[in-house]
């Protein structure tokens, strides 16, 4: 659902550089704007990367009337496509006058691009008077369109409370309970503790999981009781969302019935338990979660170590320093680097050697070498400075993100190289942004 939601996004923000290249040509020729000659060029160039174009878009639309009047009218057009595009920019524009226009769009639509486009510019805009309209449009909206519903909610200016009450006894609104709830509970509205409280004795597995999510966002210690019975669910996601929400309580009184999930069959249920314990119990449980290091599903694992990274002892630190020279997973031995290498714990030069040398992995690879560079092996910079050039673009974020974590100033002329060759726009900008930070730098 979010892949398809990211496509049309980008597709929304490509079809805005038309619409507005367009609108920038005309209003120049006609005198509209002093500055849109220039930046129609900026948005005819090869330099500039879509975000960097984007950053100027914003900055036209928020200071231009004639922009906002251009807009609104594209809100008439017949084809759904330029009214999303302009909706989308309107909402940018973060002007309440075009409120009831999209309001009266998105009530009416029933196109996905239209839907998305209309609510996201209502979330931007934030005028808690949109809510009924998005409410309605959540209630008949089909799953994978709810989400930027959800968001536009949430974003809203002030209390959601008043005009939620009123709609979650309407039988219409019955399968959308669950999500006005977690709505409400994402608000963190503290009015609304009685209804997280009511709807903990719920039957509806949707209902329960928003409740308990309330309960974990307001810290309601008052659930207790009722958390600790949820955490025997059978049901997978209630018992996972309990966990949560006896981690965010954080009572010692919830550590046994945790402890009673660290033999359960479901790896996600052991690897939540292994969190909430560490996070609840600190110091003192680090005995038992050090045994889940040697676990043999990998989330668990990866659980143990960022719960154990996040309690931070000298021991803790310890027992993950030597998981990262007998784990195989490279994603696991990244994980471990990532946490040990800004704590200045990975010292072993003898033990990371042999680890890079035997590593099949390259993103691996890389991170150990940023390990080595940091023990005061500088050759291995030459070996990450390299990959910048790498065909494959997860493995080019990954050298960026080292050199970031670095910050190794000597790394600007290779970086400026990378870019004059470089044609994927989003390394472009991921490589103009890892340039300034180095350049900001002492």
Known sequence: MLLNLEKLADKLIKMSFILLSIFFVISCNLGLQKDNYYFTILLNSKQFSSKEKAEAIDYFIRNSKATYIFLMKKLDEEDDAQKAVAAFLLGRQKNNKARLKLEKLLQDSNSPPLIVATAEALGEIGDINSAKVLIDKLKNSAPDYQYPIISALIALKGELLPVIEKVLEDREFANSKGLLLWILAEKKEEKASYLFLKYLSSLDPKILVASLHGVANLRLTQAISQVTKLLSSSNPEICSQAIMTAEALG????????????????????????????????????????????????????????????????????????????????????????ELMPRGVLKDKKALLNLFKNSKDLKAQLWIAAALVNTGEENFKDFIYSKINNPKEDVKKVTLTIIKTLGDKNAIPYLKKALEKETNESIRYYINNVIQDLSLQK
Request: hydrophobic share 45%; net charge negative; glycine share 4%.
């Open 251 to 338: 009572s010692p009184q919830l550590l046994k019935p945790l402890h009673a999930l660290l033999s359960h069959a479901d790896p996600m249920i052991r690897s939540l338990a292994v969190e909430a314990i560490g996070i609840i119990g600190k110091e003192q449980v680090v005995p038992e979660l050090s045994k889940f290091l040697n676990d043999e599903d990998f989330f668990v694992r990866a659980y143990a170590i960022h719960t154990l990274a996040k309690i931070g002892t000298p021991q803790t630190l310890k027992l993950i320093n030597e998981r990262l020279f007998q784990e195989e997973e490279p994603a696991l031995q990244i994980a471990i680097i990532e």
